[in-house]
């Protein structure tokens, strides 16, 4: 599995935080982070600590940080 582009991660976390119905502060508040450091991932000015994928996550609606951060390759995601 290789890891997903900075720009798609923030696409998936704006998507995630918007069908859990929560601000950007919220989610900094729940990581123990500022919200522009939030605000940062969702703009793709950077990527999350590796250690914190796990945690930001679960804040983000995503049952597992792969879902998250890496690009599940084509027959993978089609069931073969």
Not at 9 to 17: N, W
Not at 28 to 33: G, M, R
Not at 57 to 79: I, N, R, T
Request: aromatic share 8%.
């Amino acid at each position: 599995m290789e890891f997903a582009p900075r720009e798609l991660v923030a696409e998936r976390l704006v998507k995630g935080r918007e069908e859990r119905g929560v601000s950007q502060q919220d989610i900094a508040t729940e990581l123990h982070v500022s919200q522009p450091t939030v605000c940062s991932w969702e703009n793709a000015g950077r990527m999350p600590e590796r250690d914190r994928w796990t945690a930001i996550a679960k804040a983000y609606g995503f049952p597992s940080m792969e879902e998250l951060f890496f690009v599940v390759p084509a027959d993978q995601a089609a069931g073969g």
